[in-house]
């Protein structure tokens, strides 16, 4: 009897993108599997847990948030999927948000609509905003349009993702401002 692949699953579950991660992977395991999945709830900029050293294991599922987290699964040399892609790490395979399709569906849902002023909300230097941000600035171009852009900029580039969210509920109410300023179409 074939035994199951033992998968480490280093996902935080506090977040939709994490639970629909969790959700995707086990509808996954039923169609493909069976795997025997290990996953033990942990904070999403949290470094390496200590048990991954010991823990035998066929591959890693993880949001690979810090770098040494990253330097650790380098380090493990097993085959590893990467679902939050900050680092792109060589040998392991990143599962992205592909930024171009959203922004296409975003900005033709606006403009059928009639709207010609789009607006755009991130963190500059985070680096999944940026990727956002520059889909939209070329999509729109593309319309002789260009995005209203509103960044939070009072941050340390290479900040995690908790850092910067911190960070951004301080700007509430310059971003009340900001929006209450942007053209109605």
């Not at 949290?46 to 066929?58: C, F, I, K, N, S």
């Not at 729109?140 to 960070?167: C, F, K, N, Q, W």
Request: net charge positive; with cysteine.
């Amino acid at each position: 009897m074939r035994r199951r692949p033992r998968v480490i699953l280093l996902i935080e579950s506090s977040r939709a993108y994490g639970r629909g991660c969790l959700q995707g992977i086990a509808a996954y395991v039923r169609v493909r599997g069976p795997w025997t999945c290990i996953h033990l709830e942990r904070g999403l900029a949290e470094g390496v847990p200590a048990w991954m050293e010991r823990l035998p294991a066929d591959g890693i599922i993880a949001r690979i948030e810090n770098a040494a987290l990253a330097r650790f699964l380098q380090h493990r040399r097993l085959p590893t999927v990467d679902l939050r892609g900050r680092f792109r790490i060589p040998g392991f395979v990143t599962f992205d948000s592909d930024h171009d399709a959203i922004v296409r569906l975003a900005v033709e849902h606006f403009l059928a609509r009639g709207f010609r002023h789009i607006g755009f909300c991130g963190f500059a230097g985070l680096d999944f905003s940026d990727r956002r941000r520059d889909a939209l600035i070329r999509r729109l171009a593309r319309h002789r349009l260009a995005p209203l852009i509103y960044e939070m900029t009072d941050v340390s580039h290479g900040a995690s993702t908790v850092t910067l969210e911190s960070a951004g509920s301080r700007h509430l109410k310059e971003l009340s401002k900001w929006l209450k300023r942007l053209p109605s179409r």
